[in-house]
């Protein structure tokens, strides 16, 4: 495998991960995690319009991709953000994004050259 294809492939794991991001209501679950910090899934449904059997399945979702974190409190469960797996998809964004600017600026050299 070449340098630059080393460099392009995306961390291991990282498809769980970007088809967890792919739904629109666990981009709102991440959304509200991030900004109130851990919660339970009362509090959680509270803004949603769908069941708590539904955030439910989103949150395993999550889990699965390592998202996501539940701890007890009492008789609750607390959700909260893995931190790590946005920091790891956000290199990867970013390390995308790099490549396309590099790209274009070789294209716009190439036009007008």
Same mark, same amino acid.
Request: proline share 4%.
């Given at each position: 495998?070449?340098?630059? =294809?080393?460099? @392009?492939?995306?961390?291991?794991? &990282?498809?769980?991960?970007?088809? +967890?991001?792919?739904?629109? $209501? /666990?981009?709102?679950?991440? =959304?509200?995690? @991030?900004?109130?910090?851990?919660? &339970?899934?009362?509090?959680?449904? +509270?803004?949603?319009?769908? $069941? /708590?059997?539904?955030?439910?399945?989103?949150?395993?979702?999550?889990?699965?991709?390592?998202?996501?974190?539940?701890?007890?409190?009492?008789?609750?469960?607390?959700?909260?953000?893995?931190?790590?797996?946005?920091?790891?998809?956000?290199?990867?964004?970013?390390?995308?994004?790099?490549?396309?600017?590099?790209?274009?600026?070789?294209?716009?050299?190439?036009?007008?050259?």
């Amino acid at each position: 495998m070449s340098r630059s =294809s080393q460099a @392009s492939a995306p961390p291991k794991g &990282s498809a769980p991960l970007f088809a +967890a991001l792919g739904d629109e $209501t /666990r981009l709102r679950i991440v =959304s509200r995690l @991030s900004g109130d910090g851990p919660m &339970s899934i009362t509090r959680l449904t +509270a803004r949603f319009h769908v $069941t /708590r059997q539904a955030i439910t399945k989103h949150l395993r979702v999550m889990e699965r991709a390592g998202l996501v974190r539940s701890t007890r409190q009492g008789r609750e469960r607390l959700w909260q953000l893995e931190q790590q797996r946005l920091a790891d998809a956000r290199r990867y964004l970013a390390l995308i994004s790099k490549q396309w600017d590099e790209a274009l600026g070789r294209l716009r050299k190439f036009v007008e050259d």
